[in-house]
């Protein structure tokens, strides 16, 4: 019994100091600038709701306006979550849509539909920590509904 307390506590200062030690570890948080000009809000006709849901669940990871709470200065978290949003903006990054040719717009018009139907965006890593990100079956209809009205609008232009 004595010795096994004496493990634990030395497991818990060698968890603690190797915890310290990481904090020096720290990925960049960027928010790289907006040319307003680019965004997927002003490269299309969005809705108010549309452009509300992007808002809520998408934009911290998909954009350049990512809003970074106190715990993500938090070794290892904050790997973790830059890493996502590192990613995350380089698949899809709502700041920088009209850098996009139509092709690759379209392609990400389906993309956003399929994520968002099959459940795996946003990120279940994510939802917890931000009420209101959880997408309702409205939502979805609302953001599928959108994605092919705006890639039949462009096709027809
Ligand atoms: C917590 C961060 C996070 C949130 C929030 C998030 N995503 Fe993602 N998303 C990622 C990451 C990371 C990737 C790239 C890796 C992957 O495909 O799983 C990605 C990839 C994607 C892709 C590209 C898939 C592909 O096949 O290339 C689409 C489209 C997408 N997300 C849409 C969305 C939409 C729409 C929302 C909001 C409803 C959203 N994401 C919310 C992190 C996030």
Redesign the pocket.
């Known amino acids: 019994m004595k010795i096994a307390l004496k493990m634990a506590k030395w497991f818990a200062i060698v968890l603690v100091g190797l915890l310290l030690i990481a904090q020096f570890v720290r990925p960049a948080r960027t928010n790289p600038p907006v040319d307003e000009s680019q965004t997927i809000q002003a490269r299309t006709q969005m809705t108010p709701e549309v452009a509300a ?2 808002d809520r ?6 954009s350049n306006k990512t809003v970074w709470p106190w715990y993500t200065n938090v070794a290892p978290i904050s790997w973790f ?1 830059a ?6 903006r ?3 990054n709502l700041s920088e849509w009209g850098r996009l040719d139509r092709d690759k717009q379209d392609r ?1 018009l389906r ?2 539909c ?3 139907q099959d459940g ?4 279940s ?3 917890p920590l ?1 009420p209101g ?1 959880t ?1 309702s079956e409205e939502d979805k209809k609302t ?1 599928c509904a959108w994605t092919d009205a705006e890639r039949q609008r462009q096709s027809a232009k």
Request: aromatic share 6%.
């Open positions: 849901i992007f669940s998408c934009r911290d990871c998909h979550i890493n996502h949003v590192n990613e995350g380089h698949s899809l990400k993309q956003i399929d994520e968002i795996v965006m946003p990120l890593s994510y939802t931000h990100s997408l953001l």
